[in-house]
């Protein structure tokens, strides 16, 4: 628009295009970093403002901002919003026909395009690279940066290529954005994005009004009606689901019990998907039931609650969704059901990956920070915040400060439960899942322990004094921490190397109570 970079260049874009009177938190130094040329690398937690982070300086720039996002199906809303504002914003992505990329590119390099989107596999073809070169580039933005990062959670192949921006426009500024990154995920955006001189910038990832809540998975959808129907009568929320089915039952379970709710996930029709997000987004009220496909991107302020029926693969993956709360920061919820079956079903999934060993090795780790962030007997926003490399104090908001569990030992119980998976496999030569072995313990008369005369085993019965729900907690617990393996299809519980331990008595085991729910100490809706 405006060579000219006076210190006010910025703040007068911010009024008189944005209406806002003044930037928040770090957004004035970032755009002055990069408005000088500099390049930044921004991790900011969703709804902390990184849009402006880059639209602004490619409005006092001179030339075009191109930026590079994986989220085709927003692109054109992005677009509109820009241009309800009076910026000239176009895009570039595989949705267009002939007619209209030459439009756009005509315009580019004409000069008259303020924002340029484009998605990262453009940039594979040699004639958008020789196209940019025709035209001014204010800046490069590369939001998602998070997706260059094969440590975390959502990586995308196209994204390594943006280390191209670099070595064929060297002089112009960068500028990175993300959500969400462990310091793990945050070197590897610095490292594949040849982001050497850029300046970081790292906003708190605290959101405060944001109450995390994990209980244990018994009925799912009972549980969830519930908190519905307590907590949030009428409130718009996301519930997420790992499996297309689950969406679909899910969401008609809700609509059966009177709570309107639209499915979402990648096997529905494009057209039904576009038309369910968009009433998610216009309406009040409605309940999104949905597999994570759902999600990256979408701007709805009100957003009350996130509910998950099952466990995300990871702790960045959890803290991305259940970020999509409250982003108006009033007070919201981020409620997780999880059981012994989610473990089972996400080790057999590593297990059964394409991916390489190392790449098993990856998820593997990120399961295990999930399952340590569920069992926790700390405050849950100091465990992730902690995940995210930063320090802080019990929030007195989350159900482990409001209701702490007790610890408890369970060193017996757990050596009850691997002596009985050791004799099992030493007498009889048999593996079962976590069902049989609780029964063996509870002495339950079954035709399937019948059946194999279990009730000969010396451990039968040996743990009447838990009830068969206590009994799968210990041995989500134990899978939890390491101390017992499931293999195959079917769960199959076998030892690992540091069960032994356990058994001979070298090694305690703590274990954690499952507290009845938070009582309704909701937070205060003003
Ligand atoms: P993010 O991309 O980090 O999730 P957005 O850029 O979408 O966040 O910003 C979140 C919301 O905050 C948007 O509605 C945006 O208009 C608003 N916002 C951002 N910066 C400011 C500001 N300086 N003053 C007022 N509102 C702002
Ligand atoms: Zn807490």
């Known amino acids: ?97 002939p ?21 990262p596999e453009r940039l594979a073809i040699e004639s958008t690279a020789q196209l940019l070169d025709r035209g001014t580039i204010a800046l490069f933005a590369i939001d998602e940066a998070h997706c260059v990062a094969q440590w975390g959670h959502d990586f995308r192949p196209d994204y390594l290529r943006l280390s191209m921006l670099h070595e064929r426009w060297p002089a112009v500024p960068r500028i990175a954005l993300t959500a969400t990154a462990t310091e793990q995920t945050h070197a590897e955006i610095a490292l594949r994005l040849q982001l050497d001189d850029a300046r970081h910038f790292v906003a708190s990832f605290d959101r405060p009004n944001i109450q995390y809540r994990i209980e244990a998975k018994n009925q799912p959808q009972r549980q969830l009606l519930e908190l519905l129907r307590t907590e949030h009568v009428g409130d718009a929320g996301i519930v997420y689901c790992l499996s297309r089915a689950s969406v ?52 709805k302020p009100d957003v009350r609650f996130v509910a998950h029926l099952d466990l995300p693969k990871s702790v960045e993956g959890y803290y991305q969704e259940t970020g999509r709360a409250g982003r108006d920061g009033l007070p919201s919820t981020a409620w997780l059901a999880y059981g012994l079956q989610d473990v089972v079903q996400q080790r057999r999934m590593i297990e059964q990956s394409e991916g390489d060993l190392a790449h098993r090795r990856r998820m593997s780790a990120h399961l295990d920070a999930m399952l340590a962030l569920c069992e926790t007997v700390e405050c849950r926003r100091v465990q992730l915040l902690a995940y995210f490399g930063q320090s802080s104090q019990p929030c007195g908001n989350c159900d482990t400060c409001l209701n702490p569990p007790q610890a408890w030992d369970g060193t017996v119980p757990a050596q009850k439960l691997l002596s009985t998976i050791v004799r099992l496999k030493r007498e009889r030569n048999q593996t079962f899942g976590a069902g049989q072995v609780v029964d063996i313990l509870r002495g339950k008369e079954t035709p399937r322990t019948l059946q194999h005369g279990h009730e000969q085993l010396a451990t039968w019965g040996i743990g009447e004094d838990l009830s068969d729900q206590q009994w799968r907690g210990v041995v989500r617990q134990l899978l939890a921490q390491g101390l017992l393996a499931t293999q195959g299809e079917y769960g199959i519980l076998a030892l690992t190397d540091a069960s032994a331990a356990v058994l001979s008595g070298e090694r305690a085991v703590s274990l954690r109570t499952e507290p009845e729910r938070v009582a309704r100490r909701a937070p205060k809706r003003q």
């Open 1 to 97: 628009m405006t060579e000219t970079t006076t210190p006010d260049a910025a703040l007068e874009t911010l009024g008189r295009v944005f209406g806002y009177d003044s930037f928040r938190g770090d957004q004035a130094e970032i755009i002055r970093h990069v408005v000088a040329g500099g390049d930044a690398l921004v991790l900011m937690p969703t709804g902390g403002g990184k849009s402006l982070c880059y639209q602004v300086p490619s409005l006092v720039r001179e030339g075009t901002g191109v930026v590079i996002s994986p989220l085709i199906a927003l692109m054109q809303d992005q677009v509109d919003a820009l241009a309800a504002v009076g910026v000239r914003a176009e895009f570039l992505n595989s949705t267009q026909g």
């Open 248 to 299: 679909e039952k899910t969401a008609e379970f809700l609509n059966s019990s009177g709570i309107p709710a639209l499915p979402y996930h990648a096997g529905l029709p494009a057209e039904v998907r576009a038309a369910n997000q968009s009433r998610f987004l216009r309406e009040d009220g409605i309940v999104m039931v949905a597999t994570i496909a759902f999600g990256m991107g979408i701007d």
């Open 99 to 119: 007619d209209e990329r030459r439009r756009v590119e005509a315009a580019f390099v004409a000069g008259a395009v303020d924002l340029l989107y484009l998605a």
